[in-house]
């Protein structure tokens, strides 16, 4: 209940859908003032949400900033949060991405250059199944492919959503008598880090963070992003919106 409560909430407060909604309910209004303000009003929402100069300022204060690689440490584990696989697109010989496959590629990445002994990828089938694939070992077929040794990678294939990455992985964790008290990578898109981060810590892990998969720039305004509409920021605010709701919903029923 809870899920279908957060994600119907989700849908109904998206950009795109407040502009549809004020656009169709200016449509129908009887009342001249109230039609030319809900229609006006819902242009101006599209406007807004349009404009790639406004989505990156907000994106680029909302991502954690980038880390050196060279500046970190040796991490025994690596923790990979999934959600960046096209499950519904099935294929026994390989794996489809979608954007986010910064958080399999970065982190063979800092497997490669000694900087994760070992990789946990943490991740089920999320809540649209269209197929018996879970991500966890969709990644785990790619990063072997990769040169990851498979003795080196350690699978949580059930969980479903953030919060659940973090329980079963403590869980698997604590079966297998992993030291729990030392430091663990944790790696994921850096819209979803903060969330990502009071998850792990809530059940008490000791993590270090490795923002990847960015949607800011670092060249936010200029002549075209200030005065072309684009569909790429919907997209940014559409992350945003969901982002910033879950971080309520986790924090409301005391997740984080």
């Given at each position: 209940?809870?899920?279908?409560?957060?994600?119907?909430?989700?849908?109904?407060?998206?950009?795109?859908?407040?502009?549809?909604?004020?656009?169709?309910?200016?449509?129908?209004?009887?009342?001249?003032?109230?039609?030319?303000?809900?229609?006006?009003s819902g242009?101006?929402?599209?406007?807004?949400?349009?404009?790639?100069?406004?989505?990156?300022?907000?994106?680029?204060?909302?991502?954690?900033?980038?880390?050196?690689?060279?500046?970190?440490?040796?991490?025994?584990?690596?923790?990979?949060?999934?959600?960046?696989?096209?499950?519904?697109?099935?294929?026994?010989?390989?794996?489809?991405f979608d954007?986010?496959?910064?958080?399999?590629?970065?982190?063979?990445?800092?497997?490669?250059?000694?900087?994760?002994?070992?990789?946990?990828?943490?991740?089920?089938?999320?809540?649209?199944?269209?197929?018996?694939?879970?991500?966890?070992?969709?990644?785990?077929?790619?990063?072997?492919?990769?040169?990851?040794?498979?003795?080196?990678?350690?699978?949580?294939?059930?969980?479903?959503?953030?919060?659940?990455?973090?329980?079963?992985?403590?869980?698997?964790?604590?079966?297998?008598?992993?030291?729990?008290?030392?430091?663990?990578?944790?790696?994921?898109?850096?819209?979803?880090?903060?969330?990502?981060?009071?998850?792990?810590?809530?059940?008490?892990?000791?993590?270090?963070?490795?923002?990847?998969?960015?949607?800011?720039?670092?060249?936010?305004?200029?002549?075209?992003?200030?005065?072309?509409?684009s569909p790429?920021?919907?997209?940014?605010?559409?992350?945003?919106?969901?982002?910033?709701?879950?971080?309520?919903?986790?924090?409301?029923?005391?997740?984080?």
């Amino acid at each position: 209940m809870l899920f279908f409560l957060s994600q119907l909430f989700s849908f109904l407060a998206m950009p795109l859908t407040l502009v549809l909604l004020l656009l169709v309910a200016g449509f129908f209004s009887k009342s001249p003032k109230w039609r030319k303000r809900l229609s006006g009003s819902g242009i101006l929402l599209l406007v807004i949400v349009t404009n790639n100069a406004l989505s990156t300022l907000v994106m680029n204060a909302w991502e954690p900033p980038l880390k050196p690689i060279s500046t970190l440490p040796t991490y025994d584990i690596g923790i990979v949060l999934t959600g960046v696989t096209n499950i519904n697109k099935t294929a026994a010989d390989r794996t489809f991405f979608d954007k986010g496959a910064d958080r399999a590629t970065h982190a063979v990445q800092l497997y490669k250059e000694g900087k994760l002994k070992r990789i946990l990828i943490t991740g089920g089938q999320g809540f649209q199944q269209k197929n018996d694939q879970r991500e966890a070992i969709l990644l785990a077929n790619f990063m072997i492919t990769a040169g990851v040794a498979e003795s080196d990678l350690i699978l949580e294939d059930q969980s479903q959503n953030t919060r659940e990455n973090a329980v079963f992985t403590k869980r698997l964790l604590e079966s297998r008598k992993e030291n729990l008290t030392q430091p663990y990578l944790l790696i994921s898109s850096a819209f979803h880090m903060k969330r990502a981060e009071a998850c792990f810590r809530k059940v008490d892990f000791q993590i270090d963070t490795f923002p990847v998969d960015y949607y800011g720039n670092d060249n936010p305004i200029n002549l075209r992003s200030i005065l072309q509409p684009s569909p790429n920021s919907l997209v940014v605010w559409h992350k945003l919106t969901k982002e910033w709701i879950g971080l309520l919903v986790y924090k409301a029923v005391g997740y984080i």
